[in-house]
């Protein structure tokens, strides 16, 4: 029963993880068009980023929306790239940059 029990316990976070996939995906996009940033790309880059972020990384970028700093009818890309690069995580700035080349040039 035991052995059973270890096994069932990745099994279930693994469909736990997948299951939030989706959602960390729509909060990425809707976050990103918050921000300022086309619906077209937002919904772009937000596929690369919730696969690629882990949980830790998602919850760093959702407390830019939280502070209030980014102004959707005045916030640039630079302005969302420095937001994101004060965040002090290479891989969060990586990610999102290589999303954002890859949907700005259909890659």
Known sequence: MITSR????PA?????????????EAKLRNGLISAGLPDG??????RPMARD???????KLNSLSRVGRLDP????????MHQIR???DP??????????LSCAFGI
């Open 53 to 59: 972020l882990s949980v830790g990384q998602l919850m």
């Open 73 to 80: 009818r005045r916030t640039s890309y630079d302005q969302l």
């Open 6 to 9: 270890r096994l069932a316990l």
């Open 91 to 100: 891989e969060i700035m990586r990610i999102t940059a290589a999303a954002a």
């Open 12 to 24: 279930l976070a693994a469909a736990l993880l997948l299951a939030g996939c989706g959602g960390a």
């Open 41 to 46: 790309m937002a919904t772009c880059m937000a």
């Open 86 to 88: 004060a965040l002090n």
